[in-house]
């Protein structure tokens, strides 16, 4: 696992979108595994302004995003589907039809779970999965339970997670109560992982991911073995790490 500092946020967003950047020149016809939230924001932002000066090519690039919510169609202004576009996909020239998120509007569970997993698969895999890390160390939305999952499942979103969504909605009610997600093992399969943390409010659960035990408690304890991680921070998401 590799730990890589940033001054700030935007220094952590220009970080991030080197390496995701790379990824695309080495492999054009890559397989990106994306995520949304506030943290990858500054990440697709820096990626469309090096698609607008010439220096990235997302023609021939696919991608895999790690969860929707459960009911919630592609037009809705709070799928993620709806966020993928309008904070990367409008803006480069990638074809929308190789773009992949979970079917929210599907209600059999297991019937989304399943076709998104054979997706994944057809694609032959992930080569790169950028990853935010929730207050509670989710990734994706695989929330602390006594297992890690494996494939593509459905889950019930935890209180700390709803809350920490509210602020996309107009209230707390609104923050649908469940959501369709990549599993721990669908995660793990990826080739690169990069995990972008920032702010305060994250040293605490980034230091029991980086230095605690491994524990399906902590979700995204898992990566620590994986064999090719590296997480993009900034100091202040550092700083109870620095302190040992």
């Not at 990235?56 to 966020?83: C, K």
């Not at 989710?138 to 929330?143: D, L, P, V």
Request: aromatic share 6%; glycine share 8%.
């Amino acid at each position: 696992m590799i730990i890589c500092r940033a001054k700030d946020y935007d220094e952590l967003s220009r970080r991030a979108a080197n390496i995701i950047g790379a990824q695309i020149i080495m492999k054009p016809d890559c397989v990106l595994g994306l995520a949304t939230g506030g943290s990858p924001v500054g990440t697709y932002k820096e990626l469309i302004k090096r698609y607008e000066m010439g220096d990235l090519d997302f023609s021939q690039v696919s991608t895999v995003n790690l969860d929707e919510y459960r009911g919630l169609s592609p037009e809705n202004d709070q799928s993620y589907r709806y966020f993928m576009n309008t904070n990367l996909f409008n803006h480069v020239n990638i074809d929308k039809a190789c773009t992949h998120v979970p079917n929210g509007l599907e209600p059999d569970a297991d019937k989304a779970c399943a076709d998104y997993d054979a997706i994944i698969d057809e694609m032959g895999g992930i080569d790169l999965q950028l990853l935010g890390l929730g207050h509670n160390g989710h990734i994706g939305f695989n929330e602390p339970a006594d297992t890690f999952t494996l494939g593509t499942n459905c889950v019930d979103l935890q209180a700390s997670t709803i809350e920490a969504n509210t602020r996309f909605f107009a209230s707390a009610d609104e923050v649908p109560r469940q959501a369709y997600t990549m599993g721990i093992g669908s995660i793990m399969q990826a080739k690169k992982i990069v995990v972008v943390v920032s702010g305060k409010d994250k040293a605490k659960i980034l230091r029991e991911v980086v230095a605690g035990p491994i524990t399906p408690r902590v979700p995204a304890s898992a990566l620590q073995l994986h064999p090719d991680v590296t997480i993009v921070a900034d100091e202040a998401a550092l700083s109870l790490l620095d302190a040992e």
